[in-house]
């Protein structure tokens, strides 16, 4: 499985930006294809999930209202848009990709929010 993020920037806060992961190497019948986010300093965090098969998506609590993750079967592309950016969503963004787990990762996508 490769994964590759982009659409990554340096933005200011209110701004929205897409997020994209190119997903290939394989069919993703029965996987679950998520974007996590590491912040300087801290530890990597999940942001939002969505399965492949039907849609069904999760968020994370300090997800949910901004942020919407989305697929695209035909293209097997994965998108994270997010809404009235913040400072504190400054960080790495990674998809992740796997059956039971996330077990296949991109190679991130930074994200600065600043004025």
């Known amino acids: 499985v490769q994964l590759q993020a982009s659409g990554g920037g340096l933005v200011q806060p209110g701004d929205s930006l897409r997020l994209s992961c190119a997903a290939s190497g394989r069919t993703f019948n029965g996987y679950h294809m ?18 492949w ?3 069904f998506t999760d968020y994370a609590d300090s997800a ?10 035909a293209k097997n592309m994965v998108y994270l848009q997010i809404n009235s950016l913040k400072p504190e969503d400054t960080a790495v963004y990674y998809c992740a990709a796997g059956v039971r787990q996330y077990d ?12």
């Not at 998520?34 to 399965?51: N, T």
């Not at 949910?64 to 079967?73: E, P, Q």
Request: glycine content about 16%; hydrophobic content about 30%; aromatic content about 12%.
């Open 104 to 115: 296949s990762w991109g190679q991130g996508t930074q994200v600065t929010v600043s004025s």
């Open 64 to 73: 949910k209202g901004r942020f919407t993750i989305s697929r695209d079967t």
């Open 34 to 51: 998520g974007w996590f986010r590491q912040a300087p300093g801290k530890e990597r965090e999940f942001v939002a999930g969505i399965r």
């Open 53 to 55: 098969n039907d849609g």
